[in-house]
C-alpha cells in the first residue's frame, strides 16, 4: 500500500488511500447492503443538523477544534455573538479584498440569472471555473503559488464578464470597484487601501504558522490559522500544515459512531467514498461565483493522465454543507453607520445564502422542492444588489429583472430566476450536482461551511436519519414509478 501512496502526489495522497481503503471493503459492501438501486426523485434538502443526531456532532467537534480552532469559550456561547474567526491581519485582508473589482463584479452577478439567460455568460462562467480546475487538479505543492495563479487567472478573465452599459457601446464597460482613494459612501470608505491591493501577489494572502511551540500539535491555541484567499472572495482552508491529518480524521470518524447509527436503520450499511471535500469561511461581502460543480465529477479536466481518484469523483454527485453564521460586532459598527443609523438585524439568519437558478436541466428542483427546502425568489432590494452595494461603488444597472422574466412553465414556475435559500445558523443543506447552477453571497456575516461529497445511496441513508421525507426512482428505469424509500426497506 506505501509503495503506491508514494508515487501520488501532493493533494492525491487523500484519494488515493481513500481509493484503497474503499477496495478494501468491497467485499462487505455490496448490493444487499446497500439502500435500493434507485436514485433520489428531488435534487435539494435543508433541515437542521441536529437532526442527524450526536453522532453528526462529534465530526462538528473535530471541525471546530482542529480547523477553526475554536476555543470552548466560543463553542458554549449561545447567544452567537463570539466570532470563529482566523487571525485578525485575515480579517483585515478580506474587508479589503471583498472590494476588488473581480470579488464586486461576481458577488453583484449572483443577483442575476446570468448564466441561464446568457449564452455569452454561460460559456464565460463554464470557462471560468475549468480554467480554475485545472490549476487545482495540478494539486501545486505550494499552496501560495496555487493562489496566485488562480489570481492572475482571475484577474485576466473577469473584465469578459463585465456587462455593457447601455449606449456606450462594448468597450465602455463600467468598472464594479473600491477606488483605493474613493470618495464614495461604501463600508470601507474610510479605510485606506494599497494602490497595488487587488494585484494577485496582495490577494493570495495566506497565515502563516507563528507557534512559539509549533511541534505541539495538541495545543492548538498556539497555533495560527492557515487560510489561502481563493478567487473571487473567499477564504479556504486548504494549504494548513495539518490538512491531511484532519481530512483522515474526519473520514475515520465518518466511518465509526455515524456509520453505527445508520445501521440502526439500515443494517450491513457502509460508507463507500464518502469525503468530506472543503472547508470555507466567506467574510461579509465574500463570494463563490455561479458553478455547476460538473467538472467535480470529473477529474483530471486536462484528460490527459488518470489516476483512480476520478472514480471517487464520479460517484460523489451529491454534496452536503453544514454551515455556521455569525455577526461581527465591528462590522456591524460600520453597517450602522453607512445606513446613517439604522439598525442592523441581530440574527445572523438571511444575511447570507445560497442562491440557485433552476434551470431546465435538473427535474428534480421544482417549486415545491424549493419551498420545502425553505428557497424563494429575491425580494426587490436584493435585486439591486446586482448594481449597488455596501462594498464597492454603484454601476449603471443592466441585465433582466425577474419582473421581465417571461420564461414560466405550466404551473408558473420560472425556472430561469434566481431563487435564494437563506442561510440559518447550524442547518445543512444537501444539493445534487451537475446541472444545477448556484452561487454563494454573504451580505452581513461571516459564512464558515464545512463540506461533504457523498453518492446517491449515501445520501439517501442520511436522510433517513434525519426522518427526511423523499421519493426515489429507479435508476434504469427513469420514468418509474416513485417511491418511499422507507416503504423498501
Given at each position: 500500500?506505501?509503495?503506491?501512496?508514494?508515487?501520488?502526489?501532493?493533494?492525491?495522497?487523500?484519494?488515493?488511500?481513500?481509493?484503497?481503503i474503499?477496495?478494501?471493503?468491497?467485499?462487505?459492501?455490496?448490493?444487499?447492503?446497500?439502500?435500493?438501486?434507485?436514485r433520489?426523485?428531488?435534487?435539494?434538502?435543508?433541515?437542521?443538523?441536529?437532526?442527524?443526531?450526536?453522532?453528526?456532532?462529534?465530526?462538528?467537534q473535530?471541525?471546530?477544534?482542529?480547523?477553526?480552532?475554536?476555543?470552548?469559550?466560543?463553542?458554549?456561547?449561545?447567544?452567537?455573538?463570539?466570532?470563529?474567526?482566523?487571525?485578525?491581519?485575515?480579517?483585515?485582508?478580506?474587508?479589503?479584498s471583498?472590494?476588488?473589482?473581480?470579488?464586486?463584479?461576481f458577488?453583484?452577478?449572483?443577483?442575476?440569472?446570468y448564466?441561464?439567460?446568457?449564452?455569452?455568460?454561460?460559456?464565460?462562467?463554464?470557462?471560468y471555473?475549468?480554467?480554475?480546475?485545472?490549476?487545482?487538479?495540478?494539486?501545486?505543492?505550494?499552496?501560495?503559488?496555487?493562489?496566485?495563479?488562480?489570481?492572475?487567472?482571475?484577474?485576466?478573465?473577469?473584465?469578459?464578464?463585465?456587462?455593457?452599459?447601455?449606449?456606450?457601446?462594448?468597450?465602455?464597460?463600467?468598472?464594479?470597484?473600491?477606488?483605493?482613494?474613493?470618495t464614495?459612501?461604501?463600508?470601507?470608505?474610510?479605510?485606506?487601501?494599497?494602490?497595488?491591493?487587488?494585484?494577485?501577489?496582495?490577494?493570495?494572502?495566506?497565515?502563516?504558522?507563528?507557534?512559539?511551540?509549533?511541534?505541539?500539535?495538541?495545543?492548538?491555541?498556539?497555533?495560527?490559522?492557515?487560510?489561502?484567499?481563493?478567487?473571487?472572495?473567499?477564504?479556504?482552508?486548504?494549504?494548513?500544515?495539518?490538512?491531511?491529518?484532519?481530512?483522515?480524521?474526519?473520514?475515520?470518524?465518518?466511518?465509526?459512531?455515524?456509520?453505527?447509527?445508520?445501521?440502526?436503520?439500515?443494517?450491513?450499511?457502509?460508507?463507500?467514498?464518502?469525503?468530506?471535500?472543503?472547508?470555507?469561511?466567506?467574510?461579509?461581502?465574500?463570494?463563490?461565483?455561479w458553478?455547476?460543480?460538473?467538472?467535480?465529477?470529473?477529474?483530471?479536466?486536462?484528460?490527459?493522465?488518470?489516476?483512480?481518484?476520478?472514480?471517487?469523483?464520479?460517484?460523489?454527485?451529491?454534496?452536503?454543507?453544514?454551515?455556521?453564521?455569525?455577526?461581527?460586532?465591528?462590522?456591524?459598527?460600520k453597517?450602522?453607520?453607512?445606513?446613517?443609523?439604522?439598525e442592523?438585524?441581530?440574527?445572523s439568519?438571511?444575511?447570507?445564502?445560497?442562491?440557485?437558478?433552476?434551470?431546465?436541466?435538473?427535474?428534480?428542483?421544482?417549486?415545491?422542492?424549493?419551498?420545502?427546502?425553505?428557497?424563494?425568489?429575491?425580494?426587490?432590494?436584493?435585486?439591486?444588489?446586482?448594481?449597488?452595494?455596501?462594498?464597492?461603488?454603484?454601476?449603471?444597472?443592466?441585465?433582466k429583472?425577474?419582473?421581465?422574466?417571461?420564461?414560466?412553465?405550466?404551473?408558473?414556475?420560472?425556472?430561469?430566476?434566481?431563487?435564494?435559500?437563506?442561510?440559518?445558523?447550524?442547518?445543512?443543506?444537501?444539493?445534487?450536482?451537475?446541472?444545477?447552477?448556484?452561487?454563494?453571497?454573504s451580505?452581513?456575516?461571516?459564512?464558515?461551511?464545512?463540506?461533504?461529497?457523498?453518492?446517491?445511496?449515501e445520501?439517501?441513508?442520511?436522510?433517513?436519519?434525519?426522518?427526511?421525507?423523499?421519493?426515489?426512482?429507479?435508476?434504469?428505469?427513469?420514468?418509474?414509478?416513485?417511491?418511499?424509500?422507507?416503504?423498501?426497506?
Open positions: 500500500m506505501k509503495s503506491i501512496i508514494f508515487h501520488v502526489r501532493g493533494g492525491r495522497i487523500f484519494f488515493a488511500i481513500l481509493y484503497l474503499s477496495i478494501a471493503s468491497t467485499s462487505t459492501n455490496n448490493e444487499d447492503n446497500q439502500p435500493p438501486d434507485s433520489i426523485v428531488q435534487s435539494l434538502f435543508r433541515f437542521p443538523a441536529s437532526k442527524l443526531g450526536p453522532e453528526f456532532d462529534e465530526l462538528l473535530n471541525w471546530y477544534r482542529d480547523a477553526l480552532y475554536a476555543t470552548n469559550d466560543t463553542l458554549a456561547n449561545k447567544n452567537n455573538t463570539l466570532i470563529i474567526t482566523p487571525d485578525q491581519f485575515g480579517i483585515s485582508h478580506a474587508l479589503k471583498v472590494s476588488t473589482p473581480a470579488a464586486t463584479l458577488r453583484r452577478q449572483c443577483y442575476t440569472p448564466p441561464q439567460t446568457s449564452t455569452l455568460h454561460n460559456n464565460l462562467y463554464n470557462n471555473e475549468q480554467r480554475r480546475k485545472e490549476i487545482s487538479f495540478q494539486y501545486n505543492k505550494d499552496s501560495k503559488e496555487e493562489m496566485r495563479l488562480m489570481h492572475t487567472m482571475t484577474k485576466r478573465f473577469y473584465p469578459a464578464l463585465l456587462p455593457e452599459v447601455k449606449g456606450e457601446g462594448t468597450n465602455n464597460r463600467r468598472m464594479h470597484k473600491k477606488k483605493s482613494a474613493s464614495v459612501n461604501t463600508i470601507h470608505a474610510q479605510s485606506t487601501l494599497p494602490s497595488d491591493y487587488d494585484s494577485p501577489s496582495k490577494l493570495s494572502f495566506q497565515t502563516g504558522v507563528s507557534s512559539s511551540k509549533p511541534n505541539e500539535e495538541d495545543d492548538v491555541n498556539n497555533n495560527e490559522q492557515q487560510w489561502s484567499w481563493y478567487p473571487p472572495a473567499h477564504f479556504s482552508s486548504r494549504g494548513t500544515p495539518s490538512n491531511m491529518p484532519f481530512r483522515m480524521k474526519m473520514y475515520i470518524l465518518m466511518r465509526n459512531a455515524l456509520q453505527e447509527r445508520i445501521q440502526q436503520l439500515i443494517p450491513n450499511f457502509r460508507f463507500d467514498k464518502a469525503r468530506q471535500s472543503g472547508m470555507f469561511w466567506y467574510p461579509p461581502g465574500g463570494v463563490r461565483e458553478h455547476t460543480n460538473k467538472l467535480d465529477l470529473v477529474g483530471n479536466t486536462k484528460g490527459g493522465e488518470k489516476t483512480k481518484s476520478e472514480d471517487i469523483f464520479a460517484s460523489q454527485t451529491w454534496r452536503m454543507y453544514f454551515v455556521r453564521t455569525v455577526r461581527d460586532e465591528e462590522f456591524d459598527k453597517l450602522t453607520k453607512w445606513r446613517k443609523g439604522k442592523v438585524d441581530a440574527s439568519n438571511d444575511h447570507s445564502a445560497l442562491h440557485i437558478i433552476p434551470g431546465n436541466d435538473d427535474d428534480g428542483i421544482t417549486l415545491d422542492v424549493l419551498e420545502k427546502a425553505g428557497a424563494r425568489r429575491l425580494t426587490n432590494d436584493e435585486e439591486k444588489r446586482q448594481y449597488s452595494d455596501e462594498f464597492a461603488e454603484d454601476y449603471t444597472p443592466t441585465g429583472s425577474k419582473s421581465e422574466s417571461t420564461d414560466f412553465d405550466s404551473t408558473g414556475f420560472d425556472r430561469n430566476a434566481v431563487y435564494r435559500l437563506p442561510d440559518i445558523d447550524g442547518y445543512i443543506t444537501l444539493f445534487r450536482i451537475p446541472d444545477l447552477w448556484h452561487c454563494i453571497v451580505e452581513e456575516v461571516h459564512r464558515y461551511s464545512l463540506g461533504f461529497a457523498f453518492s446517491d445511496k445520501v439517501q441513508a442520511l436522510l433517513q436519519v434525519a426522518d427526511e421525507d423523499f421519493d426515489t426512482v429507479s435508476d434504469d428505469k427513469k420514468k418509474a414509478d416513485t417511491v418511499d424509500i422507507k416503504d423498501e426497506l
